[in-house]
């Protein structure tokens, strides 16, 4: 640990030790250089297994990062152009006037398909042919490119597919080869069912005490329409499989991992001297 970071350290120390965190992983990079890279505590509610510098966890919509650089990767081989209809690449998702949707709009939340216009299970959304083909048959929610809304679930479902379509292999697929192998990042979306042992499940934190009453209406998620009902704990077995990228992305807090990544997403925005991935 980088000298000037104690306080970090004891805190993080404090944490771990007085109860309030079960178990965790902090890494820190400053400008080029890592100056923390702590875990501690236990990676299981019963506090029997240790965390160690290997434990994966659960990113959530931080996969959305991934995918944008997997499609940023495909645009500088020229496979994709980000100014280019989506149905260019996939024909399909032309119906219900998405004709001058661009790649960019997913991109930048702006497509108008920020979600399912039927209520949908979280097995449809798992579903990746059904969940797609329903995402292609249905209208914009407003008209591409003039306001912003942010695609909870179905982004990983867009882009993944025009991944498919361009390349051949499915996101999961492609982040592996393209990505964290070349750049050694312990990085996956859908972990792999030798990894389960290394994943410390997202523990909920204990209810907040409040003097007010908090109503929940109890109808749908207005953002992905998918049923409250149907919504299932992400940490499940079953789920580590998945390759939605709203949440089941999983890697290790590791900051010399994922530099290169960063490096490279950065690299695109602002031209700077960074590894390119071909």
């Given amino acids: 640990m980088k000298t000037g970071f104690d306080a970090v350290r004891d805190t993080f120390a404090e944490a771990l030790g007085n109860g309030d965190e079960v178990g965790a992983a902090i890494a820190l990079d400053v400008d080029g250089e890592t100056v923390i890279d702590l875990w501690g505590g236990h990676r299981d509610p019963e506090r029997t297994s240790p965390w160690t510098s290997d434990t994966i966890v659960n990113v959530f919509s931080t996969t959305k990062i991934v995918t944008a650089l997997a499609v940023l990767v495909l645009a500088d081989r020229g496979t994709i152009d980000l100014d280019a209809p989506v149905a260019t690449y996939w024909p399909e998702f032309a119906a219900n006037g998405k004709d001058g ?43 591409p490119g003039t306001a912003a809304g942010y695609h909870a679930v179905t982004q990983g479902h867009l882009l993944g597919e025009i991944i498919r379509r361009v390349d051949g292999r499915s996101l999961t697929r492609f982040v592996a080869e393209e990505l964290a192998a070349p750049l050694r990042a312990d990085v996956q979306i859908g972990a792999r069912e030798p990894d389960w042992h290394r994943i410390a499940p997202v523990i909920p934190p204990p209810p907040v005490r409040t003097r007010h009453t908090l109503r929940v209406q109890p109808a749908t998620n207005a953002s992905t329409h998918v049923r409250r009902g149907d919504q299932e704990n992400p940490q499940t077995r079953t789920d580590h499989l998945r390759e939605i990228t709203a949440y089941p992305g999983w890697r290790t807090a590791d900051e010399l991992e994922w530099k290169g990544l960063e490096e490279h997403l950065f690299s695109r925005a602002m031209e700077h001297d960074s590894p390119r991935l071909r």
């Fill in 101 to 143: 949707i661009l790649v960019r709009h997913i991109l930048g939340h702006t497509s108008g398909v920020s979600g399912w216009e039927q209520p949908i299970t979280i097995a449809d959304v798992y579903d990746l042919p059904i969940s797609t083909a329903r995402l292609a048959g249905q209208a914009p929610w407003w008209t």
